[in-house]
Nanobody, 115 residues
């Protein structure tokens, strides 16, 4: 059984930084794209960014250069580095990985940006 375990969320002041991690464990799968989504209270889940198996990175427009993604293929882990956080970044952040045509999801980690 594949499990995605996220960590690194928390409370941060506006302008602060956080690093989220997502480790894939369980059954041996071939991981292709790895990515992050977020869902604010009362809103639909939205895509944040993706890093492909070739380490090509794509971000949503709202990121505007504030976030970066990296991956450790040996550890099957993906990271989301968030800088210059804003109150509107407050949301539950979910990682997702794709193996073939199957997507796997983490349980989410809460990020709250508030003074």
């Amino acid at each position: 059984q594949v499990q995605l375990v996220e960590s690194g969320g928390g409370l941060v002041q506006p302008g602060g930084s956080l690093r989220l991690s997502c480790a894939v464990s369980g059954s041996s799968i071939s991981v292709n794209d790895m990515g992050w989504y977020r869902q604010a209270a009362g809103k639909q889940r939205e895509w944040v960014g993706t890093i492909t198996s070739e380490s090509t990175i794509h971000f949503a427009v709202f990121v505007k250069g504030r976030f970066t993604i990296s991956r450790d293929n040996l550890a099957n882990t993906v990271f989301l580095y968030m800088n210059n956080l804003k109150p509107e970044d407050t949301a539950a952040y979910y990682c997702s990985v794709w193996s073939g045509n199957t997507a796997y999801w983490g349980q989410g980690t809460q990020v709250t940006v508030s003074s």
